[in-house]
């Protein structure tokens, strides 16, 4: 199964930007599809963006259209998730989640590798 750590949490004032970076190992995952998903306290987890890791299909959530930009670096096995103009709504846990499949899924019980998550915090 293929290992993932997500790490680029922290807080940031409104209107900010922030990187998150998914560092995955373990296997191959050309096939792969990679997402990230995002849970704030007392919510469930919800879809945020997705790609397929060889690139050329991304898919995102109507909240974050047009902020957020997934992409990754296949020399570092590094998926990104480039968030900017940043919402106290999108405070949350953010998950990196790997599913081994060639079209993008937008549920969580598609995915069946995570990462331990890393807390956003955006301050109004």
């Known amino acids: 199964q293929v290992q993932l750590v997500e790490s680029g949490g922290g807080l940031v004032q409104a209107g900010g930007s922030l990187r998150l970076s998914c560092a995955a190992s373990?296997?191959?995952?050309?096939?792969?599809?990679m997402g990230w998903f995002r849970q704030a306290p007392g919510k469930e987890r919800e879809f945020v963006a997705a790609m397929r890791w060889s690139g050329g299909s991304t898919y995102y959530a109507d909240s974050v259209k047009g902020r957020f930009t997934i992409s990754r670096d296949n020399a570092k096995n590094t998926v990104y998730l480039q968030m900017n103009s940043l919402k106290p709504e999108d405070t949350a846990v953010y998950y990196c989640?790997?599913?081994?499949?060639?079209?993008?899924?937008?549920?969580?019980?598609?995915?069946?590798?995570w990462g331990q998550g890393t807390q956003v915090t955006v301050s109004s």
């Open positions: 373990g296997r191959t995952f050309s096939t792969y599809v």
């Open positions: 989640a790997a599913d081994r499949a060639m079209h993008i899924r937008t549920t969580a019980y598609s995915y069946d590798s």
